[in-house]
């Protein structure tokens, strides 16, 4: 049961190897004689072949699933995280002047109209502000943050991708490292172009690894960033809302419960 994990890369590194010690014999069979032109190219094959293996090998199966998943995720989060899908300056500067002129129930209306995430956060701040018992800065503080919550959805799947990458990578290449020298024993030795050639293949999928890890790592670290800067913006904005409600309650005035009061 133990050796079940390990017989499957072996497994699949000997069709590997098999497949492509059979294209290399079958270049010798058909191969011109050396320092020929044909011959050249006949190298220049064999090392596309290699190429291919190196890419396409069993040891960079996590590593092409694990970038074709970041792509999906990045260009997801690029569209959710854009400004104009998470809120509108114009409505905030709207509601705030709508705020300030005591017209609450006006405010909310407004943000109900608008298809934002803030937008519909505070159509329902300012709803339970009517409502009483909560402050106004409060209640659009607790729905806005409650709104940008989802907006860190697959933050952390990307984080994840960053983190396990290199790990892959690096996996690969112990492998590929203990399948070369493994091959080296059953041969009893090897010349130093079969060595170099085993030790650069498992190599490539460290290199790989850090491909994708360093791309996710930028992505998670961007995407982090804006939304910590719609944030502070949100932010702003509501401690606006509250300053000029405040300055509007100073006057003695009450905000009018109805849309459209005078």
């Given at each position: 049961?133990?050796?079940?994990?390990?017989?499957?890369?072996l497994?699949?590194s000997?069709?590997?190897?098999?497949?492509?010690?059979?294209?290399?014999?079958?270049?010798?069979?058909?191969?011109?004689?050396?320092?020929?032109?044909?011959?050249?190219t006949?190298?220049?094959?064999?090392?596309?072949?290699?190429?291919?293996?190196?890419?396409?090998?069993?040891a960079?199966?996590?590593?092409?699933?694990?970038?074709?998943?970041l792509?999906?995720?990045?260009?997801?989060?690029?569209?959710?995280?854009?400004?104009?899908?998470?809120?509108?300056?114009?409505?905030?500067?709207?509601?705030?002047?709508?705020?300030?002129?005591?017209?609450?129930?006006?405010?909310?209306?407004?943000?109900?109209?608008?298809?934002?995430?803030?937008?519909?956060?505070?159509?329902q701040?300012?709803?339970?502000?009517?409502?009483?018992?909560?402050?106004?800065?409060?209640?659009?503080t607790?729905?806005?943050?409650?709104?940008?919550?989802?907006?860190?959805?697959?933050?952390?799947?990307?984080?994840?991708?960053?983190?396990?990458?290199?790990?892959?990578?690096?996996?690969?290449?112990i492998?590929?490292?203990?399948?070369?020298f493994?091959?080296?024993?059953?041969?009893?030795?090897?010349?130093?172009?079969?060595?170099?050639g085993?030790?650069?293949?498992?190599?490539?999928?460290?290199a790989?690894?850090?491909?994708?890890?360093?791309?996710?790592?930028?992505?998670?670290?961007?995407?982090?960033?804006?939304?910590?800067?719609?944030?502070?913006?949100?932010?702003?904005?509501?401690?606006?809302?509250?300053?000029?409600?405040?300055?509007?309650?100073?006057?003695?005035?009450?905000?009018?419960?109805?849309?459209g009061a005078?």
């Amino acid at each position: 049961m133990m050796s079940m994990p390990v017989c499957f890369p072996l497994g699949l590194s000997a069709v590997q190897s098999n497949l492509s010690n059979g294209v290399h014999a079958w270049l010798a069979v058909v191969a011109p004689a050396a320092g020929t032109p044909a011959a050249e190219t006949v190298k220049q094959a064999g090392a596309g072949m290699n190429q291919f293996m190196q890419l396409f090998g069993w040891a960079m199966w996590p590593l092409w699933l694990c970038s074709i998943i970041l792509i999906a995720l990045i260009l997801e989060r690029r569209k959710k995280l854009t400004a104009a899908a998470v809120y509108d300056p114009a409505l905030l500067d709207h509601c705030c002047s709508l705020i300030g002129a005591g017209k609450i129930a006006d405010a909310e209306q407004a943000a109900r109209g608008n298809d934002t995430v803030i937008g519909r956060a505070w159509a329902q701040g300012l709803h339970e502000f009517q409502l009483g018992g909560v402050a106004l800065a409060d209640a659009l503080t607790t729905a806005s943050s409650l709104a940008l919550k989802p907006l860190k959805r697959n933050l952390g799947a990307i984080a994840t991708i960053a983190a396990i990458s290199p790990l892959f990578g690096l996996l690969g290449t112990i492998i590929g490292m203990i399948l070369t020298f493994s091959q080296i024993n059953a041969d009893g030795g090897a010349d130093k172009a079969e060595l170099a050639g085993g030790i650069s293949m498992a190599l490539f999928t460290t290199a790989a690894g850090l491909i994708v890890a360093i791309p996710a790592i930028i992505a998670n670290r961007w995407f982090g960033a804006k939304l910590t800067s719609h944030a502070e913006v949100v932010e702003a904005a509501i401690n606006r809302a509250q300053y000029r409600l405040t300055h509007f309650q100073s006057l003695g005035q009450t905000p009018n419960p109805e849309p459209g009061a005078a």
